[in-house]
């Protein structure tokens, strides 16, 4: 029994690290900000951090635990910010900031979710690649669904189109809440940085603890060897599920984080298209399919690279592609493993062996 | 009323039919085997009776329960737990998480309990830890509970598959060529445990085999398929010496 004990301590001080080197680096940095050593540059990129932090945590969960490729998650992020926006905009006059940001949160992720589960009926009973090209139809298809709602509200109530501003048919006084191409302007800016670090740390928490239980393991089971996790009697298709609606609800959160942070939210292909979900499944590669420590440190690393690299004007992208590939390499290159093990990871940590966990 | 009962089983893939025709009675606490040219069918079966495949034709009782074309988590459910031929461990877990997910449907906590730290989480992993500990040492890997269960030798995987399979609780254990590749010890400790099994855990045992050491050492009633059909059955001793069976499997 002493064995099993010990593996269970060895993944709880590894969870407990990760959790652990968040909350020192948020305190560091907010000991920065009240010291004013952060630039307003800067300062303006940690919301977004966080942000994309959560969405390397969300889609880790289902690349990396459930090991399902999906390339349309920002769609399920666009889901939650235009949910959550179009709530706070509903209500910015008739509630208070603070119980409208939770509840607007909570909104966005309880209609990413659903959609996630809805998605996820047909989507989940295919394989690899075929999983991956449905996916990334849904993030193109929210996108421009969205691009062509148009709600407004006047004296008689709410009014939604899909036609365009004229067919809603407003009172003069009436005023847009979605217009369209235009999207949401206006929403309230709830996000800060500490709203942000509280969501991202409590999405770690549940993928960490959710991972390293029954219904973790049989996920895992799942990525590891379905053929076999049906014969000892796991639900395949039940648990892709659970894990898929989970990873949708902690994106609807980071897009619901995202939404107030904008002073006009608009469906584009740059916030929420292709390459968004391209960028998420960056994070989660290059952190180690499966590592949730390893993905939020890659989204931090890959938001701040592109900023910090601007004094290189045009040679920007260049060198945060080279990057890129070395990071690519570094991380999976036998050699340089073994290399960084002995001398960086192995002065912290005593145990021998890869953690999956982290 | 016997524990497995199959009926005029058939499966067709194109215009071949892998396994016609086929019956099967395997009654309480038999240890039963199933031999078999290569290609004769052996694990077609095996995936017809876990649900892996879906018979064209006939009936699958399970204990008198009808568990024709149910899924395969259905029917590890209903009682039913295999290895494979080509062992399937998870391989990126260790030992004792392969033993657990195995115990997945024996022992329940809520989604709540897991994300939240509840007690009812600790009660019932350290209750799960320990049945799984048990279930280790009965195939002698106790020790081995933190490897990686990838990196365990060939023999102990076998044997670790057969503890998994066991850990689903089941009333019916289906084991594929569970000495392939095994050395001569190892195969003699494997009949050892399967023994072992049976008498302490009260199990009916179905195995594919072709090692007639093996077969001829435990096993007490055989059936032989060839090109999808049943050439004989009956006892061991009977069916190892009908010239039949020597002539299309064993050699002249």
Redesign the interface.
């Known amino acids: ?1 002493k ?6 301590t060895k993944v709880s001080r590894d969870n407990l690290g990760t959790i652990i080197m968040l909350a020192v680096v948020f305190a560091a940095v907010s000991a920065a900000r009240a010291a004013g050593l952060v630039n307003s540059h800067i300062d303006g990129l940690l919301v977004p951090i966080c942000v994309y932090a959560i969405m390397a945590v969300s889609l880790n969960l289902v690349v990396g635990i459930l090991g399902e490729l999906s390339i349309g998650h920002a769609g399920f992020m666009c889901i939650g910010a235009f949910a959550s926006a179009f709530f706070s905009k509903l209500t910015a006059e008739s509630m208070g900031a603070f119980p409208r940001f939770l509840i607007a949160i909570l909104i966005g992720g309880a209609v990413a979710g659903f959609f996630g589960f809805l998605i996820g009926i047909p989507v989940l009973r295919l394989n690899g690649d075929y999983l991956a090209i449905v996916t990334l139809a849904f993030g193109e298809i929210i996108k421009n669904l969205i691009n062509v709602f148009y709600v407004g509200r006047d004296s008689r109530g709410l009014h939604f189109s899909i036609e365009g501003q004229m067919a809603l048919g407003l009172e003069p006084d009436g005023e847009m809440i979605i217009n369209g191409a235009q999207g949401i302007t206006g929403t309230p800016f709830d996000s800060t940085f500490t709203v942000g670090f509280i969501l991202l740390m409590i999405s770690v ?2 993928v960490l ?2 991972t390293n ?6 996920i ?2 799942i ?3 379905r ?10 298709t039940r648990y892709k599920m ?1 894990a898929f609606t989970i990873s949708a609800v902690i994106a609807g959160f980071a897009g619901a984080l995202y939404a107030h942070n904008l002073a006009s939210l608009i469906a584009t292909p740059a916030r929420f298209g292709y390459n968004m979900s391209i960028l998420f499944l960056v994070f989660v590669v290059l952190g180690g399919i499966g590592s949730t420590r390893g993905a939020i440190i890659a989204a931090v690393v890959l938001t701040l690279i592109p900023e910090l690299l601007r004094f290189l004007s045009n040679y920007r992208m260049l060198i945060y592609s080279i990057i890129l590939i070395v990071m690519m390499i570094v991380n999976w290159n036998p050699t340089s493993r073994a290399w960084i093990r002995r001398h960086i990871t192995g002065r912290f940590r005593r145990g021998t ?1 890869a953690g ?1 966990e982290g | 009323m016997a524990l497995l009962e199959i009926n005029e089983l058939s499966i067709q893939f194109g215009g071949l039919r892998a396994v016609d025709d086929f019956h099967l009675t395997v009654e309480k606490g038999d240890l039963y085997g199933m031999i078999g040219p290569n290609g004769a069918g052996k694990t077609t079966v095996f995936n017809l009776l876990t649900g892996e495949y879906k018979p064209n034709e006939g009936v699958i009782r399970l204990d008198g329960r009808d568990i024709t074309g149910l899924s395969p988590a259905e029917i590890n459910r209903a009682g039913v737990a295999r290895t494979f031929q080509n062992i399937r461990l998870f391989r990126q877990q260790s030992v004792l998480d392969n033993v657990k997910i195995g115990l997945h449907n024996r022992f329940r906590y809520s989604t709540a309990a897991a994300i939240l730290r509840l007690p009812s989480y600790f009660r019932t992993e350290r209750e799960m830890d320990e049945e799984a500990m048990k279930l280790l040492s009965v195939f002698g890997l106790e020790g081995e509970a933190d490897t990686i269960s990838a990196n365990l030798p060939y023999g102990k995987q076998r044997k670790l598959e057969i503890a998994r399979a066991m850990a689903t609780g089941p009333k019916l254990l289906l084991l594929d060529e569970p000495a392939a590749g095994m050395n001569p010890n190892e195969t003699q400790e494997l009949m050892e445990d399967i023994s072992y099994v049976r008498k302490n855990f009260d199990m009916t045992v179905l195995l594919i085999e072709h090692d007639m050491k093996l077969v001829a050492g435990i096993c007490e009633k055989l059936t032989v398929l060839n090109f999808g059909r049943i050439l004989a059955e009956g006892d061991t001793k009977t069916v190892l010496q009908d010239p039949e069976v020597i002539k299309a499997y064993l050699g002249e």
């Open positions: 029994m064995n099993s004990r010990g593996t269970m928490i549940v603890n959710l239980s029954r219904e973790g393991r049989a895992m089971s990525r590891d060897n053929i076999a996790a049906g014969s000892v009697g796991i639900p395949v659970l062996g999956e």
